[in-house]
């Protein structure tokens, strides 16, 4: 039920994107403390974007779960931040996340809700 996308404008080849987003997934399911056979992870790379008026390289990520802990968030922030700087080489200060925690009655799965 976690998902997480990571959109930037760094060109990356595809096997850079399937490595990353097989760290990232690991990544998550471990902040969550979820099964990873149930985390979705996405890349969406070389876009068009700019930040604060620059086309430097920059991160957009959204990660949504069901139950999602807003007292855990700023904690999420400093790790997915560092997890982005470190795979990626972008600056934290160029990196924006958003966070959505879904209702379970919101969340479809295998032609059912969670």
């Given at each position: 039920m976690p998902y997480?996308?990571?959109t930037t404008n760094k060109p990356l080849?595809?096997?850079?994107?399937?490595?990353?987003?097989?760290k990232a997934s690991t990544l998550v399911s471990?902040?969550?403390?979820?099964?990873?056979n149930y985390v979705m992870v996405e890349i969406s790379s070389g876009n068009t974007m700019s930040f604060a008026?620059?086309?430097d390289p920059l991160?957009?990520?959204?990660?949504?779960?069901?139950g999602l802990?807003?007292?855990?968030?700023a904690d999420f922030s400093s790790e997915l931040c560092h997890f982005i700087?470190?795979?990626?080489n972008i600056n934290t200060d160029r990196i924006y996340i958003e966070f959505?925690?879904?209702?379970?009655?919101?969340?479809?799965?295998?032609k059912d809700t969670f």
């Open positions: 997480l996308k990571i080849e595809k096997d850079q994107e399937a490595e990353l987003s097989k471990s902040l969550l403390s979820k099964p990873e008026g620059s086309n991160a957009y990520l959204e990660l949504k779960s069901i802990p807003g007292e855990k968030t700087s470190t795979q990626l959505a925690s879904a209702e379970r009655h919101l969340w479809g799965w295998n």
